[in-house]
């Protein structure tokens, strides 16, 4: 099979998808790979793939024993993202291919363009798979238009969009246990769930990305896609089969039973920008990007009708920590008292792992207490989602990739609020804590976002 890597000389390339390959290589999952790289960069073969080799030495946890062999199987060609450029590059071209699309957003439609021309998506002589990296699309519009720009040669079952939480072992635990363990099912709705909040927290910053990431802001590079995922996963209904086609279906069936947010989102989102944003390098004084976006979701179906799904993600805050949380609906206050909810934590970060909330009686007082049920196997090593992905790729499985459908749903869920948000400014929020007050608004009477230290604390 061959990977033909467009945009081999960038990040994207270097930091996640050779160290993802590397270590697939020395699994032994993936034989007879040849790779072919293409850039923009008018370098010879030796002297790119020195720099790589290089870069890799220095990168912490690389799995270096397959090197020699990814760099014997791997050629560099230098060529433009038009037909003319890529035809001599892609010459010959025969059997199996996948193409990745490690590119900025805006060649994304070119590069598909391109390919098709020369007749690469054909089938003649094997399979032909594209893989488009995020974002995909910064609107409803323009996603729309990107997938119109991608069928013109490619079926859908040939492209894998690329979100790299779902492959992410923790997503994938989080439908195992959901759906491996009977007992859930019947608990798995609103008369026992009285909210559920799912939380990306992160105390980076814009790791030199800030020209990117001020078009972006936190609701286009983590809600829309990453935690509105993981928001279809918990609230779908039941796959009847894991296969690509019915959780697809299933979770394009939730997406598309989002109440729409009312105009002007008053009371369902919340946005926040760190102090000191405008005065990072390539951030204008004025710059109205948030780097924190909250949002309330209610689903209209049988199973969470009344069930808000509180979503937020930020930069720059107290702690480095991910999970799910549902909020368990406390006992009537009879012999037992005021019971608070009971939760059920899935962690994503900083490692993975589960934890149950039950209420029982305390020991000295002789009132309730909960009662912590931990299991925590560990950390998830850093490219791992890649790997996954990629593994899916070349197996042609297309479960952890989101579809036409549900890409255009998640858009049509967030295109109120950017609309809102083009106006006004966010709240300023100091570094290192939980995100704006205004955070807090969007809550039901009596729920709360759970602390984002003690929550870090929980999985340590
Ligand atoms: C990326 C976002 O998709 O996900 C980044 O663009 C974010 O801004 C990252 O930091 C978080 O994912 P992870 O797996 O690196 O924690």
């Known amino acids: 099979m061959k990977l033909v890597i467009l945009g081999f000389t960038g990040d994207l390339t270097r930091r996640l998808l050779v160290p993802a390959l590397l270590r697939l290589l ?26 790589l080799e290089a870069f890799l030495k220095g990168l912490p946890g690389a799995e270096l024993s397959a090197w020699p062999h990814l760099r014997w199987r791997t050629r560099y060609r230098q060529a433009g993202l038009t037909p003319e450029g890529l035809r001599r590059a892609l010459q010959g071209l025969e059997g199996d291919a996948v193409f990745y699309l490690a590119l900025p957003p805006a060649l ?24 488009v990296e995020k974002p995909f699309g910064t609107d409803l519009a323009s996603a729309r238009a990107l997938n119109a720009a991608l069928h013109r040669h490619f079926r859908e079952d040939q492209i894998y969009r690329m979100d790299h939480f ?33 939380t990306y927290a992160e105390t980076l910053g814009l790791e030199g990305r800030a020209r990117y990431y001020d078009k972006a802001g936190a609701l286009r590079d983590m809600l829309q896609n990453h935690l509105m995922q993981l928001f279809a996963l918990m609230a779908m209904e039941p796959p009847a089969r894991l296969s690509a086609e019915s959780l697809r279906a299933r979770k394009v069936e939730i997406l598309r039973a989002v109440r729409p947010i009312p105009e002007g989102a008053k009371g369902f989102a919340a946005r926040g920008q760190y102090q000191g944003y405008r005065d990072e390098e390539g951030i204008p004084k004025t710059s109205r990007t948030e780097t924190y976006a909250a949002l309330k979701l209610f689903v209209d179906d049988w199973r969470f009708q009344g069930v808000p799904f509180y979503l937020r993600s930020g930069k720059r805050l107290t702690e480095d920590v991910g ?21 059920l934590v899935f962690w994503l970060k900083p490692g993975v792992g589960l934890y149950l ?26 490219a791992s989602a890649y790997e996954e992905l990629l593994l899916d790729v070349i197996r042609g499985n297309l479960s952890h990739f989101p579809s036409e459908e549900e890409v255009e749903a998640a858009w049509a869920i967030v295109d109120p609020v950017l609309k809102t948000w083009q106006e006004g400014e966010p709240e300023v929020y100091p570094r290192g804590t939980d995100g ?25």
């Open 166 to 198: 779902l492959g992410k072992w923790a997503t994938t635990n989080l439908l195992a246990t959901r759906f491996a363990n009977r007992f859930l099912e019947p608990v798995w709705r609103n008369c026992h769930v009285a909210w559920v909040e799912i």
């Open 323 to 343: 999970y799910v949380a549902l909020a368990l609906r406390p006992a009537p206050s009879g012999c037992f008292g005021e019971a608070e909810p009971g939760y």
């Open 108 to 131: 994304f439609a070119q590069a598909a363009e391109a390919l098709g021309a020369l007749g690469l998506a054909e089938e003649k002589t094997g399979f032909r798979r594209l893989v």
């Open 26 to 51: 020395a699994r032994g999952e993936v034989k007879d790979l040849e790779v072919l790289g293409l850039g923009a960069e008018d370098l010879g073969e030796e002297e790119i793939l020195d720099r």
């Open 357 to 382: 909330t039950l209420y029982g009686q305390s020991l000295e007082k002789g009132g309730l207490e909960p009662h912590v049920l931990r299991y925590r196997p560990g950390r998830e090593p850093e």
């Open 436 to 460: 704006p007050r205004s955070a807090e608004e969007i809550l039901e009477p009596g729920h709360r976002w759970l602390d984002l230290g003690r929550m870090a604390r929980g999985w340590r």
